[in-house]
C-alpha cells in the first residue's frame, strides 16, 4: 500500500504538520505502508516533527511567495510548474491513496487527475464563520463558493475533525475523524507552577490579545501568578502583543516565548489551559495539554472546543467573548487546587480516548473502504 500526502510544507510547528507525521509514522512504521510525503516549499529544510526513517520526502520546490496572495500574478506564473511537478511525480509514485491536508492550488486539478487513485481532502479549520458570509454573498464570490462546493464533491471523501462541521459542506461524501495524539506518562509531576499556558500560531485568529487584557483583571486577585504563551508568528502581531504587556505593566506576569519542541515539558510544569481563539476546528494543542493533566478554560470558539472539552467536568467552556466569565473561571481554578487536580486526572482520560491507536482504526477502515471500491 502507497499513502501519499500532499501539502505545503512540513517544517514550520502548526497543528497541520503534528497531525499528519503521526499518522504517516502509524502508516509507515506500524502498517508498514510505503508512505510519502509531498511538499511544494520545503526549501531544505528539516522536518519540525519527527518522522520515521521509512517515509519518503519529496519537494517540488514551487516556493510559492507566502506573503502574497495564492492568487497574486508572482504565484499564478508558478501554477505550470507546479502543476507539472505534480503530475510527474504521480506518475511515477503511483500511489494507491492521496491525502492532501491544506488549501493550495492542486485542490483544484487534483480530483480531475488520476481519477483511479482514490483522493482525500482533509480540512483543518472551521468554516463556521465562512458559513455565515455564504449565507450572504452574491455574484463573483457566491460562483467562488459555488466552485469550491463542485470540487469539493469530486474528491473521494472529505474528512472533518468535528460533527458540527458537517453541516457547512453540501457535498455527501464527508466523513469526520478526528486528529489522533500520542499519549504521554505524567506521573512524574511532582509540583506544578502557578503558570497559565497558552500556546500556537501567533496570529490575530488565535486572540491572544483578548487573553492578555483578561490577564490584567486576573492578577489583581491571584498577583502570583503568571501567564505564558509559546507561539512563532506575524512579527506585526507580536509587536502588538509586546506593547499591551507593556501598557498594562505585565512585563512580570506575562510572558511570550518561541515555539518549542519541548511543549510538553512546559505542560507538565504549567497547571491548566488557556484558549481564546476566533474560531478553532480541532484545536490539537488543546488534547495535548489535557493528555499531561492540564484543565482547559476555553472560549466555546467555533466549533472545536465544545467537541472535546466537557463544561465543568475537564474544564470550563465560557460563553464567546464574555470576558467577565473567562476572567472568573481562571481566578476559580487559580484558587482551587483540588479542583484543578480532580479535572486534570478527567482530562487524561478524555485524551485518552483519541490516542493514535483508536484514531488510526478509523482511517484504516476509510482507507480499506476507498480501495474496495476502486
Not at 507525521?21 to 502509524?26: G, L, R, T, V
Not at 481566578?331 to 483508536?358: D, Y
Not at 488510526?360 to 480501495?371: A, D, F, H, P, R
Request: net charge neutral; aromatic share 12%.
Amino acid at each position: 500500500m502507497k499513502i501519499l500526502f500532499s501539502t505545503d510544507q512540513i517544517y514550520l510547528h502548526g497543528g497541520i504538520e503534528k497531525v499528519m507525521a503521526e499518522k504517516a509514522n502509524y502508516f509507515a512504521d506500524v502498517m508498514g505502508y510505503e508512505v510519502f510525503i509531498l511538499t511544494t516549499e520545503q526549501k531544505n529544510n528539516p522536518p519540525c516533527y519527527p518522522l520515521s526513517k521509512n517515509i519518503s520526502l519529496l519537494d517540488l520546490s514551487v516556493n510559492y511567495i507566502r506573503t502574497k496572495s495564492y492568487f497574486h500574478p508572482l504565484n499564478i506564473s508558478k501554477i505550470p510548474t507546479h502543476f507539472s511537478r505534480f503530475i510527474k511525480t504521480i506518475e511515477t509514485i503511483n500511489p494507491d491513496i492521496i491525502i492532501t491536508c491544506n488549501y493550495a492550488f492542486d485542490f483544484y486539478w487534483l480530483p480531475f487527475t488520476f481519477v483511479s487513485i482514490p483522493k482525500i481532502k482533509e480540512f483543518h479549520s472551521s468554516r463556521y464563520f465562512e458559513n455565515e458570509i455564504r449565507k450572504k454573498t452574491t455574484g463573483i464570490r457566491r460562483l467562488k463558493y459555488l466552485l469550491n462546493d463542485f470540487i469539493e464533491s469530486k474528491f473521494t471523501r472529505l474528512v472533518l475533525l468535528n460533527p458540527d462541521e458537517l453541516d457547512f459542506y453540501p457535498s455527501p461524501n464527508k466523513v469526520v475523524i478526528p486528529n489522533p495524539i500520542t499519549l504521554r506518562d505524567h506521573s512524574d509531576v511532582q509540583k506544578r507552577k502557578k503558570q497559565v499556558i497558552a500556546a500556537g500560531r501567533i496570529a490575530p485568529v488565535k486572540r491572544f490579545d483578548l487573553m492578555i487584557e483578561a490577564w490584567k483583571k486576573v492578577i489583581a486577585a491571584s498577583p502570583d501568578w503568571h501567564l505564558v504563551i509559546f507561539g512563532d508568528g506575524e512579527p506585526a502581531y507580536v509587536d502588538y502583543l509586546r506593547q499591551i504587556i507593556v501598557d498594562n505593566y505585565l512585563e512580570h506576569n506575562v510572558f511570550l516565548q518561541p515555539a518549542t519542541p519541548q511543549l510538553q515539558d512546559e505542560f507538565l510544569q504549567s497547571s491548566f489551559y488557556l484558549m481564546t481563539s476566533k474560531t478553532e476546528c480541532y484545536p490539537m494543542v488543546l488534547l495535548e495539554a489535557m493528555s499531561c493533566g492540564l484543565p482547559i478554560v476555553t472560549y466555546d470558539s467555533p466549533t472545536g472546543p465544545r467537541n472535546i472539552v466537557t463544561h465543568e467536568f475537564d474544564g470550563f467552556i465560557v460563553p464567546y467573548d464574555n470576558e467577565s466569565v473567562l476572567v472568573e473561571k481562571i481566578v476559580f481554578l487559580t484558587q482551587n487546587e483540588p479542583l484543578r487536580h480532580e479535572m486534570g486526572i478527567k482530562a487524561v482520560s478524555k485524551a485518552a480516548s483519541f490516542s493514535v491507536e483508536k484514531v488510526m482504526v478509523q482511517w484504516l477502515s476509510l482507507i480499506k473502504e476507498l480501495k474496495q471500491k476502486h
